[in-house]
């Protein structure tokens, strides 16, 4: 069974950086691209980053290129998304999904929240 | 950066009803959008890919088709357990959702 798992989230301040984690299982890991999508309280989905097998390409969009750095570790399957420069408008429940150029975001984890406020 | 505009951004309907959801890429996508379901508190779930290929264990009462810049996604016989937001997808160049459609049951 696949399971995608995040940690990492919590209360930090503006200008502050957290980096969240996202442990996966049920699969090869190494085979396929992973990505975060992130979703503001009451609002819609946002994509945030996706990686590469081999961690060799990144691919985020203007609103967070620059501050974000997306990661992966196959050894550990774990995929990893540093926030630097955190700003309230990143104040979202962050999730973890995996990735492929035909079947996209197939499997999800349960989201972590990250709370940006003084 | 492709743009995807979703719409309606609410939709209510009976039971038995049939529903339909639009989304307009900002240039040719080449069919590569998926639609999606999240129930609140949930991880959205991919119901379609590539405009009309049904995911294994999505209701044969979902549907999607387009080409080019404009798809639907319609949902024959709503049932009180599709009470949720839908998404659309566009994976062709990188990855762009729509603003969501929230269905409601009268």
């Known amino acids: 069974e696949v399971q995608l798992v995040e940690s990492g989230g919590g209360l930090v301040q503006p200008g502050r950086s957290l980096k969240l984690s996202c442990a996966a299982s049920g699969f090869t890991f190494s085979n396929y691209y992973m990505a975060w999508v992130r979703q503001a309280p009451k609002k819609g989905l946002e994509w945030v980053a996706t990686?590469?097998?081999?961690?060799?390409?990144?691919y985020y969009p203007d609103s967070v290129k620059g501050r974000f750095t997306i990661s992966r570790d196959n050894a550990k399957s774990s995929l990893y998304l540093q926030m630097n420069s955190l700003k309230s408008e990143d104040t979202a429940t962050y999730y973890c999904?995996?990735?492929?150029?035909?079947?996209?975001?197939?499997?999800w984890g349960q989201g972590v929240m990250v709370t940006v406020s003084s | 950066d492709i743009q995807m505009t979703q719409s309606p951004p609410s939709l209510s309907a009976s039971l038995g009803d049939k529903v339909t959801i639009t989304c307009q890429a900002s240039q040719n996508i080449n069919k590569y959008i998926a639609w999606y379901q999240q129930k609140p508190g949930k991880a959205p779930r991919l119901l379609i890919r590539?405009?009309?290929t049904l995911e294994s264990g999505t209701p044969s009462r979902f549907s999607g088709s387009g080409s080019g810049r404009d798809y639907s996604f319609s949902i024959s016989n709503v049932e009180s357990e599709d009470i949720a937001s839908y998404y659309c997808l566009q994976y062709d160049n990188l990855l762009t959702f729509g603003s969501g459609t929230k269905l409601e049951i009268k």
């Open positions: 990686i590469s097998t081999s961690g060799s390409r990144t």
């Open positions: 999904a995996r990735q492929t150029t035909r079947v996209p975001l197939d499997y």
């Open positions: 590539y405009t009309s």
